[in-house]
Nanobody
């Protein structure tokens, strides 16, 4: 079992930066690949970024590439999402997720086994 708790969301202006954190616990979390997803009002949940268990392989959605950075600190049991140059279209609830077979990163929602409750990010233009 893996438990995930997101934090760091809030209300910011376009162009600002924000860093989300995902506190993880459970015996197997450090061997899990981790992902960030988001869901805007009236839209389906979508992939944002993912990282493998060692932290040396990452993938990003085209919409955030070059602006967002995913990282992890296994010693601190935390995964981060650094978000720069925020846009109004980044407004959404952001979710942290974990999947077994942590050597393989994935953008596929159904491959993730554990989910946090989400944190709201609102970007005003």
């Amino acid at each position: 079992q893996v438990q995930l708790v997101e934090s760091g969301g809030g209300l910011v202006q376009a162009g600002d930066s924000l860093r989300l954190s995902c506190a993880a616990s459970g015996r197997t979390w450090r061997s899990a690949a981790m992902g960030w997803f988001r869901q805007a009002p009236g839209k389906e949940r979508e992939f944002v970024a993912a990282i493998n268990w060692r932290g040396d392989s990452t993938i990003y959605a085209d919409s955030v590439k070059g602006r967002f950075t995913i990282s992890r600190d296994n010693a601190k049991d935390t995964v981060y999402l650094q978000m720069n140059s925020l846009k109004s279209e980044d407004t959404a609830v952001y979710y942290c997720a974990a999947k077994h077979w942590g050597t393989v990163v994935s953008s596929t929602i159904s491959e993730y086994d554990y989910w946090g409750q989400g944190t709201q990010v609102t970007v005003s233009s």
